[in-house]
């Protein structure tokens, strides 16, 4: 736990390090320039800005989801000009329980980065313990990350669709339970969920304080789902952003390979799969035309 989790005091006596790279990734779906004007406002020391639209995601295109994987080569250059290296260790945080934090703990996987932590409780765990803050901005380096794409696995629509229709794939959706239930959608256009698929909403993987639950409690909160290892698994989303909360927990709890299929992301997510209206969507309100927006 401690190599996936770091505490704020921990972090603090590491400040200044350079075997460290630090990573802001604050956002807000409905307010996208916040995060950043956050980070300008005050930061932990060193810490560079990661915005998800644009550093954590490629440009959304035609019949895609909002937040598409980023180019790899494009995704290298930005971890070489904050300095890291395959020995680096990057500490990530947001200030939304790792929501966002843990896509870069994914991605940092899947080009084949090891050494990455989420920053237990956050920055208001950081700001509740009284620990400096800083408004500059932390020097770019020149380089290049080695990256090596593909080392975790993602599942197309098109690979969810044969899975459900064969009755092979669990689908977890890590949305809130109104937004699964299609009571409220105050992103997408349309709302509801995917046939078949499993809501965990990733606040699950939390405590009031927004700190990750122990492994133990994750390892029994996941034990209630129907998980084998001959059952692929999916996390899925709005986007494909807090599905790795899900993923990330599933890690943290220990979950082994042999008691579960490797997870996979759905990188598309419900943003994708609504792309087509061919594609089937349910909910759990009587009445559709009731569904809030902006709730």
């Not at 208001?124 to 901005?137: F, R, V």
Request: proline share 9%; charged share 20%.
């Amino acid at each position: 736990m401690s190599d996936m989790l770091i505490q704020a005091e921990a972090l603090a006596e590491l400040l200044g390090n350079p075997d460290i790279v630090i990573v802001d990734c604050r956002f807000d779906l409905l307010k996208p320039a916040a995060g950043r004007l956050a980070w300008e406002a005050g930061h932990i020391p060193g810490a560079y800005y990661a915005d998800l639209d644009r550093d954590l995601a490629a440009p959304r295109s035609a019949g895609s989801g909002r937040h598409p994987l980023p180019d790899p080569e494009s995704f290298a250059a930005l971890l070489g000009g904050w300095g890291v290296t395959p020995s680096t260790r990057v500490i990530a945080y947001d200030a939304s329980g790792g929501a966002v934090a843990a896509r870069l703990w994914w991605l940092l996987r899947w080009v084949g980065h090891r050494p990455v932590s989420l920053l237990d409780g956050g920055y208001p765990d950081w700001q509740a313990a009284k620990l400096p803050e800083e408004q500059q901005s932390p020097p770019l380096r020149a380089g290049r990350y080695p990256i090596r794409p593909g080392a975790m696995p993602v599942v197309s629509t098109e690979e969810v669709e044969a899975g459900l229709a064969a009755g092979s794939l669990v689908l977890l959706d890590a949305r809130d339970a109104r937004r699964f239930r299609g009571e409220v959608e105050p992103i997408d256009v349309r709302a509801g969920h995917i046939p078949g698929a499993i809501n965990r909403p990733f606040q699950a993987n939390l405590d009031a304080l927004n700190h990750f639950r122990s492994p133990a409690d994750l390892e029994e909160s996941f034990g209630l789902l129907p998980l084998s290892a001959e059952q692929p698994l999916a996390s899925m989303c709005g986007s494909g952003v807090t599905a790795c909360h899900n993923l990330f927990a599933l890690e943290l709890a220990g979950i082994a390979p042999g008691i579960i299929a490797q997870p996979a992301l759905y990188v598309g997510s419900w943003s994708e799969w609504i792309q087509s209206a061919q594609r089937p969507v349910a909910t759990m309100v009587a009445n559709p035309s009731q569904i809030a927006r902006n709730a």
